[in-house]
């Protein structure tokens, strides 16, 4: 997910950043590049730090499991207001390459 759709979502529903409680978002294959999606994206999102925010690792349905994940977190009275969604892209996955550390 976008830093600007964040950001608009949290206009166009009224919120701000401080009645978040939580940031989480799915992505297919993390690497070394973004080490949590949700928590970097909420920071540049410019969210509080207080904000919390996980980052769900799934081949394929990451951001609706976070979804999924934010609408438990809300009906069991966890939290208020969860943003999440997704930023998976299987096609632009990183390209993990076994043993090449070795040559």
């Known amino acids: 997910m976008s ?6 979502a949290l206009i166009r529903s009224h919120v701000e950043g401080e009645e978040v ?4 978002f ?3 294959k993390q690497s070394s590049d ?3 999606l949700a ?14 925010g996980y980052t769900v690792h799934r081949q394929s349905g990451s ?3 976070s979804i999924n994940n934010a609408v438990r977190q809300i009906m069991c009275g ?11 892209s ?3 996955a990183p390209y993990y390459f076994r043993n090449a550390r070795y040559g």
């Open 90 to 92: 299987m096609c632009t």
């Open 63 to 65: 951001g609706l499991q």
């Open 3 to 8: 830093v600007s759709v964040m950001k608009e």
């Open 39 to 52: 928590r970097i994206a909420a920071i540049k999102a410019e969210l509080p730090v207080t904000v919390p």
């Open 78 to 88: 966890l939290a208020d207001v969860v943003l999440a969604g997704g930023g998976e």
């Open 21 to 24: 409680d939580e940031v989480t």
């Open 34 to 36: 973004i080490s949590s």
């Open 26 to 28: 799915g992505i297919a």
